[in-house]
T-cell receptor, first 118, second 117 residues
Framework: GAVVSQHPSWVICKSGTSVKIECRSLDFQATTMFWYRQFPKQSLMLMATSNEGSKATYEQGVEKDKFLINHASLTLSTLTVTSAHPEDSSFYIC??????????????FGPGTRLLVL | AQKITQTQPGMFVQEKEAVTLDCTYDTSDPSYGLFWYKQPSSGEMIFLIYQGSYDQQNATEGRYSLNFQKARKSANLVISASQLGDSAMYFCAMRELYGGSQGNLIFGKGTKLSVKP
């Protein structure tokens, strides 16, 4: 299957700093990427949908000024957690679809990034 | 609105036996896709199997098969010959195929499968 990478896999930062997470589709072009957040022992919660060359679409309750998403190319989307606080500590996962595969194309996930804000 | 329900928070199965993980869904869209993902403790989401709403036959991928009962709106995952490495969280998910939602997946709450030696 298609490969999606995510970097970094782990990040520990101080409260008030900003953290950038990168999501790359390695062997396909992804016009749409998705960012999820997962708390321990819970399901994935969609944060936003990222479209190449346009503004991201945020889910209700997700602060767009807090979680900045940029999808500058067909293979790269970034999520920046601005002024991170301990409550932002979570597991962040991105995913991407190869739209050339049609509407039934599988959505592939990155390995995730564990963020711990002290 | 779309909804995925997984009623089994946790399941145990003996190694080498088969196990069925339940998933029911709700949607008003006639065109949809159903997915199962495995999430081991490392956190990565591993795609297992896909079933389209118009597919006539149940999907199979190696030891994984999907018991698709459209009228009952269920899409249960069957794992045959369980292995210790199958211990993980399993998520059922659904997506509209032609809707305006940009195709994001709706996930169930997951089932934690534990395989006993």
């Amino acid at each position: 299957g298609a490969v999606v990478s995510q970097h970094p896999s782990w990040v520990i930062c101080k409260s008030g700093t900003s953290v950038k997470i990168e999501c790359r589709s390695l062997d396909f072009q992804a016009t749409t990427m998705f960012w999820y957040r997962q708390f321990p022992k819970q399901s994935l919660m969609l944060m936003a949908t990222s479209n190449e060359g346009s503004k991201a679409t945020y889910e209700q309750g997700v602060e767009k000024d807090k979680f900045l998403i940029n999808h500058a190319s067909l293979t790269l989307s970034t999520l920046t957690v601005t002024s991170a606080h301990p409550e932002d500590s979570s597991f962040y996962i991105c995913s991407a679809r190869d739209l050339a595969g049609g509407p039934e194309e599988t959505q592939y996930f990155g390995p995730g990034t564990r963020l711990l804000v002290l | 609105a779309q909804k995925i329900t997984q009623t089994q928070p946790g399941m145990f199965v003996q190694e080498k036996e088969a196990v069925t993980l339940d998933c029911t869904y709700d949607t008003s869209d006639p065109s949809y896709g159903l997915f199962w993902y495995k999430q081991p403790s490392s956190g990565e989401m591993i795609f297992l199997i896909y079933q389209g709403s118009y597919d006539q036959q149940n999907a199979t991928e190696g030891r994984y098969s999907l018991n698709f009962q459209k009228a009952r709106k269920s899409a249960n995952l069957v794992i045959s010959a369980s292995q210790l490495g199958d211990s993980a969280m399993y998520f059922c998910a659904m997506r509209e195929l032609y809707g305006g939602s940009q195709g994001n997946l709706i996930f169930g709450k997951g089932t934690k499968l534990s395989v006993k030696p």
